[in-house]
């Protein structure tokens, strides 16, 4: 069956553009999230969506960092004003609900913020 | 704060070789561990839990890890190492009660030698 999709695979960014991460769960997860992968370590939470609830932004590092899920599937992950810092690979992982429940992530978003 | 220590950046094993990846955990209550791996330019993929019940869990592509509390640890293991699975692993945890998030370590590189 279909696994978790990204688009795009790769952006390359000029400093203060916005840009827009999509991300197409597994059909029937309840459960996504965003996380931010910096070179060399390891994934670090950005935010998680219940459908459409989002139940927990804490990892959002500024508030230049929105993301939306506003039919419980598709999830767009938004970046204003985007800074060298934010270059990083974005990964977005779906799950069924229950905390035991396994993530499955697709294959990131490299972003490259020049 | 849970948090996760993979004290080896690389592992480097011979082909046909027993290999170990080492993972310790610290978490308040019981945890939910995982391990993903990581290929280039990919995504994690899902490579084995342990929720409860028996210590020594098996998962994909002969890879086991053994949950032992007492030195909250959770490594990776397999009785035999291919040279394909030469990849970047992360070991995660959540706690069973309470709301928290999937914690990742940094990664460990594995390196098998032909």
């Known amino acids: 069956g279909a696994g978790v999709s990204q688009s795009p695979r790769y952006k390359v960014a000029k400093r203060g553009q916005d840009v827009a991460l999509r991300c197409d769960p597994i059909?029937?997860?309840?459960?996504l999230f965003w996380y931010q992968q910096a070179l060399g370590q390891g994934p670090e939470f950005l935010t998680y969506f219940q459908n459409e609830a989002q139940l927990d932004k804490s990892g959002l590092p500024s508030d230049r960092f929105f993301a939306e899920r506003p039919e419980g599937s598709v999830s767009t992950l938004k970046i204003q004003r985007t800074q060298q810092e934010d270059s990083a690979v974005y990964l977005c992982?779906?799950?069924?609900?229950?905390?035991?429940?396994?993530?499955?992530f697709g294959p990131g978003t490299r972003l490259l913020v020049l | 704060a849970q948090s996760v220590a993979q004290p080896e950046d690389q592992v480097n094993v011979a082909e046909g070789n027993p290999l170990t990846v080492k993972c310790t955990y610290s978490v308040s209550g019981n945890p939910y561990l995982f391990w993903y791996v990581q290929y280039p330019n990919r995504g994690l993929q899902f490579l084995l839990k342990?929720?409860?019940?028996?210590?020594l869990v098996k998962g994909s592509y002969g890879f086991e890890a053994e949950f032992n509390k007492s030195q909250t640890s959770f490594h990776l293991k397999k009785p035999s190492a291919l040279v394909s699975d030469s990849a970047l692993y992360f070991c995660a945890v959540r706690e069973v009660t309470g709301y928290s998030t999937l914690t990742f370590g940094k990664g460990t590189m594995l390196l098998v030698s032909p």
């Open positions: 992982a779906s799950s069924r609900t229950g905390r035991e429940e396994t993530q499955y």
């Open positions: 059909s029937g997860h309840v459960s």
């Open positions: 342990y929720i409860t019940g028996d210590n």
